[in-house]
């Protein structure tokens, strides 16, 4: 059996929390070692002639209960290189995309990178600076300091859609497994094909652990920075996203 789908993505928009799901389920099979396996984004993989996915391979235990192997690793939709190598993997891969309002997924990760010791700069120092230190990385993205790159959701979708067809593309809300958790899970059951009936343990998404608030003049600005990304993604994946930006209309 090959890798059957991935949660590909975003980062901090509530990947955690979907693995923990879908391990509850009995017919599907996660890694057996680690959550994120990181295999197409890692540029040492495919770097030779002929790529080796057995080194992919043994993170998986399947056993005969097993329908589905999955993974999840949030940078696949970001990484440029990913999707293509995904689709010479297994060309008819399922996406699981959780996305979250870009302006509180940046935030989110900032206060991560903070806590971890990879980033000393304020938040707002750390988008201005943003296009500086991602630099860096070039040809590459950077894996740390991507805050607001990472947030524009649209062109990645859209790669995803147009490499994989939108009917293998499962696109989530943040708020649809707060709001609606079970009629979410249930979504990803028929999306993956496994039984319906299955219910784990419900948990919270994600925790706010900030030590202190976003300064409300940041958010506004960025809010209208990603408002026309946010329309565009609208339009692309039919869903109402107002909610994400309406409190800072464009002048």
């Not at 990181?38 to 993989?45: C, P, V």
């Not at 770097?47 to 690793?73: L, M």
Request: charged share 25%.
């Amino acid at each position: 059996m090959k890798v059957g789908f991935v949660i590909g993505g975003t980062q901090k928009g509530g990947t955690s929390a979907l693995d923990a799901f879908l391990r509850q389920h009995p017919e599907i099979c996660m890694p057996a070692d680690l959550k994120e396996v990181h295999f197409f984004d890692r540029e040492e993989m495919f770097r030779g002639p002929n790529v080796d996915y057995g080194k992919y391979h043994a993170h998986f235990r399947p056993n005969a209960r097993h329908k589905i192997i999955g993974e999840a690793s949030p940078i696949y939709m970001y990484w440029n290189s990913a999707p293509d190598r995904i689709s010479e993997y297994n060309p008819a891969m399922k996406w699981i995309l959780i996305l979250r309002n870009p302006v509180d997924r940046a935030y989110s990760a900032w206060n991560m990178e903070q806590k971890r010791g990879a980033d000393t700069l304020s938040f707002e120092e750390a988008i201005v600076r943003e296009p500086e230190r991602c630099r860096d990385a070039l040809p590459l993205q950077h894996r740390i300091f991507s805050y607001i790159d990472r947030g524009f959701y649209s062109a990645q979708v859209r790669r995803l859609f147009d490499i994989f067809g939108s009917k293998n593309c499962l696109v989530l809300l943040n708020e649809d497994l707060q709001t609606a958790h079970e009629q979410t899970l249930i979504d990803i059951w028929n999306f993956l094909g496994v039984d319906l009936s299955v219910r784990p343990t419900k948990a919270r998404v994600f925790e706010h652990d900030y030590d202190e608030t976003m300064d409300p003049k940041i958010r506004a600005k960025l809010t209208e920075m990603f408002q026309l990304d946010i329309q565009n993604l609208e339009q692309l994946i039919g869903r109402d996203l107002s909610s994400w930006y309406r409190n800072a209309p464009l002048k």
